[in-house]
């Protein structure tokens, strides 16, 4: 270690590929700029584009480069301008690639409820900022019926909880084994695959406002069918958006910071959660890539940094 310097641990990759290229390694401890804090990180996230950015789907990029972006942990140094909260505070929030590490720099972060554990925390992150930004740009209405393909990960369960707590009727899509968790939540759940558009107009016989594609499994002419209209449908997830005249959100155009906030407040009144479907540790972080890069998970794949 070099005079100074404290280091800790951190799961990084020094090459593109598949998850066995991931390796927990001794880096230099992070340190927060203006308008950011510096958290001891209790759980982090692993999110599809954790693996699609190691395996270099995104092109090239710097490396060695760490992975994780969703973490949640507790306060240990905040920078210049930070006023809003305290070192010692419990906080889930969003970080550049590396949150995967016995430390992490926070660039947008909400308080974490006392009741909610730091395992679900980690998972409410990029999930609640993507499903509101969608609706956002929807816009999705009080009073609407709204269908999300691919209602049962991480993203999807964030939007129908957002969109129920907003008022609207939601119709989710979702494998039968999930069909009972979702009616849980008050969705009407209908199986995805060909015969969509009949399952849905058959649970929704006055119509479908508008569409949320989470899952990017070529449902999009469907989902136009259902609403009638390319600008009432969006995608996460679907590169063939722009052949069908639907936009596809990744953030460019702008973002929620403010979900993470509603998503702890839903969470407080009994009417937002996000399942922690397993706990890896960092030396199973490899693992934990595999199994998200297979998908069909209900909620969250979390690694567990310290207890």
């Given at each position: 270690?070099?005079?100074?310097?404290?280091?800790?641990?951190?799961?990084?990759?020094?090459?593109?590929?598949?998850?066995?290229?991931?390796?927990?390694?001794?880096?230099?401890?992070?340190?927060?700029?203006?308008?950011e804090v510096r958290?001891?990180?209790?759980?982090?996230?692993?999110?599809?584009?954790?693996?699609?950015?190691?395996?270099?789907?995104?092109?090239?990029?710097?490396?060695?480069?760490?992975?994780?972006?969703?973490?949640?942990?507790?306060?240990?140094?905040?920078?210049?301008?930070?006023?809003?909260?305290?070192?010692?505070?419990?906080?889930?929030?969003?970080?550049?690639?590396?949150?995967?590490?016995?430390?992490?720099?926070?660039?947008?972060?909400?308080?974490?409820?006392?009741?909610?554990?730091?395992?679900?925390?980690?998972?409410?992150?990029m999930t609640s900022?993507?499903?509101?930004?969608?609706?956002?740009?929807?816009?999705?209405?009080?009073?609407?019926?709204?269908?999300?393909?691919?209602?049962?990960?991480?993203?999807?369960?964030?939007a129908v909880q957002?969109?129920?707590?907003?008022?609207?009727?939601?119709?989710?899509?979702?494998?039968?084994?999930?069909?009972?968790?979702?009616?849980?939540?008050?969705?009407?759940?209908?199986?995805?695959?060909?015969?969509?558009?009949?399952?849905?107009?058959?649970?929704?016989?006055?119509?479908?406002?508008?569409?949320?594609?989470?899952?990017?499994?070529?449902?999009?002419?469907?989902?136009?069918?259902?609403?009638?209209?390319?600008?009432?449908?969006?995608?996460?997830?679907?590169?063939?958006?722009?052949?069908?005249?639907?936009?596809?959100?990744?953030?460019?155009?702008?973002?929620?910071?403010?979900?993470?906030?509603?998503?702890?407040?839903?969470?407080?009144?009994?009417?937002?959660?996000?399942?922690?479907?397993?706990?890896?540790?960092?030396?199973?972080?490899?693992?934990?890539?595999?199994?998200?890069?297979?998908?069909?998970?209900?909620?969250?794949?979390?690694?567990?940094?310290?207890?």
């Open positions: 270690m070099r005079e100074g310097v404290i280091t800790v641990k951190a799961v990084r990759y020094e090459e593109f590929g598949g998850p066995e290229v991931l390796r927990v390694m001794e880096v230099d401890a992070p340190r927060p700029r203006a308008g958290i001891a990180v209790r759980a982090a996230a692993v999110n599809p584009v954790d693996w699609k950015m190691r395996s270099g789907a995104f092109g090239s990029g710097r490396l060695p480069a760490g992975t994780g972006m969703d973490a949640a942990g507790i306060v240990d140094q905040v920078g210049e301008g930070v006023d809003d909260i305290a070192v010692g505070e419990a906080v889930f929030g969003s970080s550049a690639p590396g949150a995967i590490a016995e430390y992490a720099v926070l660039r947008e972060w909400a308080r974490k409820p006392e009741s909610l554990s730091f395992e679900e925390a980690a998972g409410f992150v900022e993507t499903a509101r930004r969608a609706l956002n740009l929807l816009p999705a209405r009080a009073g609407e019926t709204l269908v999300v393909n691919g209602a049962s990960g991480g993203v999807g369960l964030a957002f969109a129920l707590a907003d008022g609207l009727t939601v119709i989710g899509t979702a494998s039968e084994a999930n069909h009972e968790f979702l009616r849980g939540l008050g969705v009407i759940p209908v199986v995805y695959g060909d015969g969509l558009v009949e399952r849905v107009r058959s649970a929704a016989p006055d119509g479908v406002d508008g569409a949320v594609d989470i899952a990017g499994s070529g449902a999009l002419p469907q989902l136009i069918e259902l609403t009638g209209r390319t600008d009432r449908v969006i995608t996460i997830a679907d590169p063939a958006a722009d052949q069908y005249g639907v936009r596809m959100t990744s953030g460019k155009e702008g973002h929620a910071p403010e979900a993470r906030a509603e998503a702890a407040a839903l969470f407080e009144q009994g009417r937002f959660t996000m399942p922690v479907a397993r706990i890896f540790s960092m030396d199973e972080v490899a693992e934990a890539h595999a199994a998200s890069e297979r998908g069909h998970v209900r909620g969250k794949y979390i690694v567990q940094v310290a207890s």
